[in-house]
């Protein structure tokens, strides 16, 4: 196996999560590798006590290196959307990308330049190589690559999917072919800068409420809630604006009420999520009829499946429906595989008239996970209704 490619990343404990790896290349050219970190936060990070581990084909060559960037003896602070690159060599690699503006001075100097530094000694070659940064102390900040897990040699990578644990190429990563340039100091965002676990309507008193959860963020400035009366749109805003929480790796949940509805009317919903220079994702749509019973209680129209999140999901899916009725009705919910065989039942019951959620956690009837793949999930009722909904089950 040929010396194929090189290492990675820096931060303070506060700001573990906000320094991301972002782009790796083990070219066929060995010493013009490289891999590229970013301050992806809205902080400056000091990179000072940062370690990494090197392993290769499954073993820990190279334990706890400490991260010393070459002419910052008074380590190195990286402002927010500012790079890393971590090089085998500075003299290759600028044959190799010339364009590539490298500081070249003692220090940060807080310039338009790239901060870099060199170790030759630490490289990836494909197989079961991996890299592991820590933080001071030792916790895990990001990795890539795993033990368990080979990928090729000679090809370069950008990240899709982070802060999660970097561990599973085909998740976490984009893999852009064999000996092809990248694009080092410069950015290649594949994630979403919003990892949601939950969206959903729900029906109250007061009116719609909306909720949502997120898992991650990434350079979260907020939100809006858009709706419309059909699918297809046109969405209008519905509510005001609703600051984010900038980079964070812990759950937030989010919550908004529209008493702006009339009963027996349907409604679309999408999340409009900004980020901190401007650009927007959206989420959804999520999809509520709503009727009114005769004690004015706004209640569901009819019984079905409201939806699941995450989805695609691993290893868990929570699956929200709806129970119309006065006096509710008897309830089947199962899932199915592509077969048609039934694989568990998770909702085997009589149930009251209104909006529930049940977690899957992506297992059989006897507790054992089921495999990679799609599956059906299928809502039955005593009134005589199916709803069917389209799970994805990731590796």
Known sequence: MRNG?????????????????????????????????KNAGGADVDLSGFTITYGNNGSETVVDEPLNADGYSDGLVLSPGEFFLVLRSQSTFQSEYSGVNLNSGSDDGDNSSIEFMMHGNIYLNGGADYLVLKGPGGSIADRF????QSWSDNHAFERHHYPNSGTVIDN????????????????????????????????????IELTWTTETQVDNYGFYLLRSESREGPYQ?????????????????????DDRIETGSSYYYKLEQLDNNGEQTFYGPV???????????????????????????????????AVAGKTGQRVRISIYN??????KNIVDATTAAGE??????????QGLPVATGIYFCRLLTSGGTISTLKLLKLP
Request: with cysteine.
């Open 172 to 207: 976490d990563w984009v893999d852009l072919g064999s000996n092809v340039a990248g694009t080092p100091g410069r950015s290649n965002d594949h994630s979403l800068p919003v990892e949601l676990s939950l969206f959903r309507a729900r029906q109250c008193q007061q009116g």
């Open 338 to 343: 592509q077969r048609g065989q039934r694989v």
């Open 145 to 148: 690559g795993g033990a368990s």
């Open 287 to 321: 999809f509520i009829q709503t009727s009114q019973d005769e004690n004015g209680s706004v209640s569901p129209s009819s019984s079905r499946l409201n939806g699941s999140y995450p989805n695609p999901f691993n290893p868990k899916t929570r699956i929200y429906y």
């Open 356 to 365: 529930y959620w049940i977690t899957w956690s992506g297992d059989n009837q």
């Open 237 to 257: 805003r519905s509510s005001p604006f609703i600051p984010g929480h900038g980079t964070q790796s812990s759950a937030h949940h989010y919550k908004f009420l």
């Open 5 to 37: 490619f090189l290492v990675l990343l820096l931060g303070s404990m506060s700001a573990l999560a906000q320094v991301v790896i972002t782009e790796v290349n083990s070219t066929q050219t060995a010493y013009a590798s490289y891999v590229e970190i």
